[in-house]
């Protein structure tokens, strides 16, 4: 049937009895590949993309495949049509078999003859094939092409015209005949084709046996698009075992079917180009009209909404994986992967779950599925699945080797370091004593821990400390997390923050930011991608949409979003053609221009629009460096495999169009993309340039259409050449000009607590960003422009980012690299006045190569934290490039696991004056290290709270003091160490002079059992000849109302049993709650410097919200503070200490380091001289 059709509409398809020399082919289109469920180069895609390519109506058409094979000579079943294209369904191939990727080209008049033209309308074509069986009623159809330029005015009245015909006579026999006669005799008459079981509760069954027949119902159907704009040309079919094609909507999407059955069970699928299919039922009726109304909503290719996770399992235990995919339409097929071959299907479930019973050790490996639709393919990450041994452990007994710093004057002989070993326990998953249930997730959840802690003792010069390390580890009930991603948004020319602005996640509000700009979103436990899109409910900037990393471990992330201000408001006529710019400055010409063809826009309903218009057209210019930031998404797409895949983009632009009362967004259709070539510097890019849509809700960009060359001389300018693109501006308001790049590398970038740089000194949930860079041709230090930007979480082995490279050219890319914790910048190594190769953590002969320079290499007065490199991709066979810190594309788990010995780039956290120290180790950058203990700092992994006390000395010099936290009321940590924290004071920009200090306590609260309150017992100690001059009077009257009250006879020093309440800046006591906490610390240190409850700083104010002042006498000369011993050579710390600590001695006056000798000489006569840390044990 479908040759017959195929030869109808050849037949239909010459007009005017034009003379062979009077045709020519069009060149080869392939807009489609083979993936999801066939091949579909469809002729009104290829009018869209090459309107001027190819003729409205082709006479003929023809398919090859891509390697010139005639369709054919393929074997494969495939279907033409000069008026609908070529299709090649893969469920209709042999088994085993797919469709080709074809090629099709189209007979059409040659232009240089002129064509006849019917005005208004051409001849009606001749009918078409009765679509009845014998002895049925069916269908014949004819249509006609409206050749006028208004096709609304000049052309009323329909595109297509049906009528009833009845089918052939049927040949029967005379047992058919006596049973037509039998069956009509006890039905009313109605005949049944042989065998068929099929009865209609109105009409009559047609000869397939899979219709019933009304012949006097006509139903009337209006289709439009997802904005109100018609859907002219979407097709209506039969939905059955085989789907009939039964008309075409007109170009206002109008159509009419004669003989379908009201009856609530026959059902139509809507289909058009780049839209999803939609299915409608025709309600139940006795009327002779029906009407029906249907919005196609944009086809969506699949995404992967939830990931499937990495599973641990026992031999013969059984195992799921989910792989949870959003789409339009839902996905027709799924593929599962072990190891890279594709699995049966029969071990799947129809909505992507895989099931694997009597596990075996050959089961173990990667598994990934795929998953199809008819708009594409998308793949999902890995998920590793590991089996052992029926009684092998899930973990590692033994813990790993973890160093913790400890206090300047506890110098470890026996190791020769100011560190010890306190042991850790990879945290990874395992399963409990039971088999867990089959799922998505493995509930609950178990990972490997610490099951028992060792408590031992630290000798130090004057003291001891208690110190609990891991003795053992074993599988646990995972520590409860939450996700957070906080920060943010901001104007990326000028830093004004969007002031109550909606968030976005899914197509759904989820949060707004505050008075400054912030927000805080805990991200929901199922989300493997975040994507949030930034709305300002003031119009003063751009919709924002980002793709936002968090760590998967829990804990915080600060992001800070750049926001792109709108541009100002410009009219436009409509019922002229108009011209904008894309980047035009008064030193550079445009990058691109946007060219509107008269009666270009239209309005919700698809009305056209007659009028002026308001127009706002923002450009993120890749020229400008400082835009990079606020690139939208994160620059990938899904290609016809289903891979992520980046893109260099060559701008990017916002559009916004408004009537003339700025009341309704209007749409516009038919606009052209200019592109000047000359702004494409790399010649390979011309030819692989698209323009690109970005979808909101999974923040990937979609391919719009391609570009094609002319040449040609705008606005009296010299002659040119551009790439032209044609794009329609409806749902989607966000557009790019983007190339995909396959040359691709990754970055190793680890980041420090601070320049020691020691393995067990790493940060995780530190924010690294890559912004990748095209130098200008000769001078690499001197960017073209920015083509893309890139952030990452660092984990527990660093991050690893991926960048464009080259192994031609070195500096063909270069990278400018940075990283931030909490809106906080780290602090890049040097490569000034020399590079030290060695901490950088590069070879140096790769180090050469890739030219690393900090931001401050030629001008020292900039900032320190950002580095440049190029990124040169690793010579094979070399071996300094090949062990970091530059890794191909294909070898990211080469560089994820790469040992800290390999190469990688470096940042480091200025800590200043700052030192903690808690008997129970716990990492805060990765809660679920946390370990029940009653002597815990932190009592509750999911509530956190951070309390600091803002001590000022008023004095000459900078003060170092410490906190020292002990048990104070629970019976089980009374007397015993909690932790202790020194911290350096700051000096004050105030003209009083002096400097203050924020100092961290524990707070007073439940301990882990959440059994008791233990009120710590805080003692504050302030270096150098200091005495307390005053205590804050409300603290003071709440500390002797809220017994017990910690007697304070020495006045060098404080102790208080720390309050229970949240007391606030009129106290001198900031206490903050959260979830993560650093950002718990991080708020709490901003008001406490502040001197507020409610707002933060970054400078210090120390005559606001103080809760202690000590006054500090001249520090005697020579002598140094803690952290100043600490940048010598371990062994010259030590003899130092020891060689001061005798001269104190001589001279009878009291050692100042802490506070070690509670009294000094001047006050012997109150008793023989106290060892401050001799009870600490």
């Not at 299907?345 to 008819?374: F, R, W």
């Not at 409990?432 to 130090?460: F, M, N, Q, W």
């Amino acid at each position: 049937m479908d040759s017959n059709w195929s030869s109808v509409l050849l037949i239909l398809g010459m007009i005017c009895s034009l003379s062979q020399a009077h045709w020519e082919w069009t060149s080869w289109f392939n807009i489609d590949h083979p993936g999801g469920s066939g091949d579909y180069e469809q002729l009104d895609a290829i009018q869209r993309y090459y309107k001027d390519r190819i003729c409205p109506r082709p006479a003929a058409i023809e398919a090859r495949t891509t390697h010139g094979v005639p369709a054919s000579l393929t074997g494969e079943k495939v279907h033409l049509s000069p008026h609908l294209g070529f299709w090649c369904l893969n469920k209709e191939q042999l088994p085993g078999k797919s469709c080709s990727n074809y090629a099709v080209r189209f007979r059409c008049p040659k232009r240089s003859v002129t064509a006849v033209v019917w005005s208004p309308w051409s001849h009606w074509s001749s009918w078409g094939s009765c679509t009845a069986a014998c002895e049925e009623t069916g269908v014949q159809v004819r249509r006609r092409t409206c050749n006028a330029q208004n096709k609304e005015r000049q052309c009323p009245g329909p595109v297509e015209e049906g009528k009833m015909c009845k089918g052939p006579a049927c040949k029967t026999t005379p047992a058919t005949a006596t049973r037509f006669l039998n069956a009509s005799m006890e039905s009313n008459r109605e005949e049944l084709p042989v065998g068929c079981e099929l009865r209609c509760a109105m009409g009559r069954v047609n000869a397939e046996c899979n219709q019933c027949i009304c012949k006097d119902h006509r139903l009337y159907g209006s289709v439009r698009l997802q904005d109100g704009a018609p859907a002219s040309k979407a097709t209506v079919h039969l939905w059955g075992n085989s789907e009939k094609f039964l008309t075409a909507c007109d170009e206002k999407g109008k159509f009419q079917i004669l003989g379908l059955c009201p009856d609530g069970k026959t059902t139509l699928k809507i289909k058009k180009a780049y839209y999803g299919v939609t299915v409608v039922t025709l309600s139940a009726s006795d009327s002779k009209t029906s009407t029906i109304e249907v919005k196609l909503k944009r086809s969506e290719k699949p995404v992967i909404r939830k990931q499937p996770q990495n599973k641990l399992r026992r031999e013969g235990q059984s195992v799921s994986f989910c792989c949870k995919v959003q789409c339009n339409p839902p996905p027709d097929r799924y593929l599962w992967y072990h190891n890279g071959s594709v699995l049966n299907a029969k071990t799947h479930e129809p909505d992507g779950t895989l099931v694997l019973n009597q596990l075996k050790p050959q089961h173990a490996g990667q598994y990934m599925c795929k998953a199809s639709n008819i708009a594409g393919s998308v793949k999902s990450q890995p998920a590793t699945l590991t089996v052992i041994a029926p009684r092998a452990p899930f973990c590692n007994p033994t813990p790993d080797r973890h160093l913790i710093q400890l206090p300047y004057d506890c110098y470890q002989n026996l190791t020769q370091s100011f560190f010890y070993n306190v042991g850790k326990c990879p945290v990874t998953k395992c399963t409990g004593e039971h088999e867990p249930e089959l799922g998505c997730k493995d509930k609950p959840a178990y990972c490997c821990g610490a099951v028992r802690l060792e408590e031992k003792t630290i000798s130090c010069s004057k003291y001891t400390l208690p110190i609990k390390v891991v003795s053992s580890c074993g599988c646990q009930k995972c520590v409860e997390i939450k996700t957070i991603v906080r920060g943010r948004a901001v104007a990326a020319d000028n830093g004004e923050a969007m002031r109550f602005g909606q968030i976005f996640m899914d197509g759904k509000k989820i949060s707004m930011t505050g008075y400054k700009g912030t927000f805080s979103i805990q991200v929901p436990a199922d989300i493997d991608r975040l994507v949030l899109t930034f709305v300002d409910r003031y119009q003063k900037f751009v919709n924002t949409t980002k793709v936002l990393p968090f760590n998967k471990k829990g804990g915080s992330v600060f992001h800070e979003i750049k926001l792109v201000r709108k541009k100002p408001v410009i009219t436009l006529d409509c019922s002229i053609s108009n011209t904008i710019s894309l980047g035009a400055t008064e030193n550079q010409n445009p990058i691109a221009e946007l060219e509107f063809p008269p009666n270009a826009f239209y309005r919700q309903n698809g009305d056209i629009y007659r009028g002026l218009v308001k127009a706002s057209v923002t450009f993120l210019d890749p020229r400008d460096i400082s835009l990079a930031s606020a690139a939208q998404s994160d620059l990938n797409f899904i290609d016809e495999e289903g891979d992520v895949l980046p893109l260099r983009t060559y701008g990017m632009f916002s559009l916004d169009f408004w009537d003339e009362t700025a009341k309704e967004s209007l749409n516009a259709g038919q606009v052209e993309v200019f592109l000047d070539s000359a702004q494409v510097k790399m010649p390979q890019h011309l030819h692989r340039m698209k323009l690109w849509s970005l979808n909101p809700e999974t923040g990937f960009w979609e391919e719009e259409g391609d570009f094609t060359f002319i040449k040609s001389q705008r606005n009296k300018r010299e002659e040119r050449t551009f790439l032209v693109g044609n794009m329609e501006i409806r749902e989607r308001r966000l557009f790019n000009l983007d190339v995909p790049e396959s040359r691709r590398c990754y970055v190793k970038v680890r980041t420090f607590h601070s320049d020691r740089f020691m393995p067990s000194d790493q940060i995780e949930g530190v924010v690294v960003s890559l912004i990748n860079v095209e130098p200008m041709e000769g001078f690499s230090s001197n960017p073209r422009a920015w083509g893309r930007f890139d952030s990452v979480i660092t984990g527990s082995n660093g991050a690893c980012l991926p960048a464009f490279c080259d192994d031609q050219q070195p500096d063909a890319y270069t990278a400018f690299v940075v990283a931030t914790l909490g809106g906080e910048e780290l602090e890049a190594v040097a490569s000034s006045p020399r590079i030290n190769s060695n901490r950088i953590g590069v070879q140096h002969s790769y180090l050469n190569k890739l030219q690393y320079r900090r931001s401050d290499h030629e001008d020292a007065k900039l900032k320190k934290t950002a580095f440049k490199i190029n990124v040169a991709k690793p010579t094979p066979n070399v071996p300094d490039e090949m062990n970091g810190p530059i890794y191909p594309y294909e070898n990211l788990k080469e560089c994820e696991e790469a040992s800290f010995s390999a190469g990688h780039f470096r940042f480091y956290r200025v800590e200043g004056d700052r030192y903690e120290y808690n008997t129970v180790p716990f990492n805060e950058d990765d809660p679920m290290t946390w370990t029940e203990d009653y002597l815990a700092w932190w009592p509750k992994p999911l509530e956190f709270r951070a309390c600091y006390i803002k001590v000022k000395f008023n004095g000459p010099h900078e003060i170092t003091v410490r906190s020292r936290n002990m048990g104070g009321t629970h019976p089980r940590t009374v007397g015993q160490l909690y932790g202790i924290r020194d911290v350096r004071s700051t000096r004050a920009l105030d003209p009083s002079g002096g400097s203050a200090v924020c100092l961290e306590f524990k707070c007073s609260g439940m301990l882990y059992d959440q059994e008791r309150i233990d009120r710590t017992l805080v003692k504050i100690i302030p270096q150098n000849n200091c005495h307390r001059e005053s205590v804050n009077n409300m603290l003071q009257d709440y500390l002797v109302n809220h017994l017990p009250f910690a007697v304070n006879n020495d006045t060098s020093e404080f102790t208080m049993l720390a309050p229970l309440d949240p007391l606030g800046h009129n106290y001198g006591i900031y206490t903050v709650t959260d979830q993560d906490p650093r950002t718990a610390k991080e708020i709490a240190l901003g008001r406490c410097f502040d001197g507020s409850s409610d707002t933060v700083s970054r400078v210090m104010k120390s005559n606001v919200g103080v809760a202690l002042t000590f006054n500090c006498n001249e520090k005697r000369e020579n002598q140094q503070n803690v952290f100043q011993s600490l940048q010598k050579p371990p062994g010259q710390s030590v003899v130092s200490s020891m060689r001061m600590g005798q001269r104190m001695r001589r001279r009878g006056q009291r050692d100042n380091l802490f506070g070690i000798v509670l009294f000094n000489g001047k006050r012997k006569q109150r008793g023989p001289r106290r060892e401050l840390w001799s009870s600490v044990q």
